[in-house]
């Protein structure tokens, strides 16, 4: 199944899960730019969306939790974040805490919070219309761990 047949099937966790890897990046790229400042508060949420993109990385990226040595209790947390519902929740407090980075200064931080905020929007319509949750084969989904091993 190719990423025009994912985005054909109109379930809207695989939208999330793109959208998700989207938001990933933005944290990681703006977590970083946003470090070199001299707001002490700007630096703290700066730090928090570094490590967010992480979790976010190993949440979307299943194959991952097989390949990199994580401690099982790491890996029971994300495990936990598997249906729509909980995906939902997991993206709206992350967006939530990268807002709050608003409260002393808007700053660049504004994009993956929305981008968070747009991640949290599909996997909560996902979980409302019934849909479950496909994983997408290109990250790591449904199937390609076992033609790994």
């Given amino acids: 199944m190719t990423i025009k047949d994912e985005f054909a099937t109109r379930n809207f966790s695989i939208y999330g899960q793109w959208l998700g890897i989207l938001s990933m990046i933005l944290c990681f790229a703006l977590g970083i730019a946003n470090i070199f400042t001299f707001r002490v508060i700007i630096i703290v949420f700066s730090v928090i969306t ?9 949440v979307e990226v299943p ?5 990199c040595p994580t401690s099982p209790s ?30 002393d200064r808007t700053t660049s ?24 949750f496909v994983g997408s084969k290109t990250l790591g989904g449904a199937g390609v761990a076992q033609m790994i091993v």
Wanted: aromatic letters at 14%; charged letters at 10%; a positive charge.
């Fill in 63 to 67: 194959l991952l939790l097989r390949i």
């Fill in 109 to 132: 931080l504004l994009v993956p919070g929305i981008f968070l905020s747009l991640t949290g929007i599909c996997y909560a319509l996902a979980a409302l219309k019934g849909q479950a």
């Fill in 74 to 103: 790491f890996d029971n947390v994300i495990r936990k974040i598997s249906t729509n519902y909980m995906r939902a929740a997991a993206y709206g407090v992350m967006a939530v805490v990268v807002f709050l980075s608003c409260i």
């Fill in 50 to 58: 570094l490590c967010f993109s992480f979790v976010i990385l190993f």
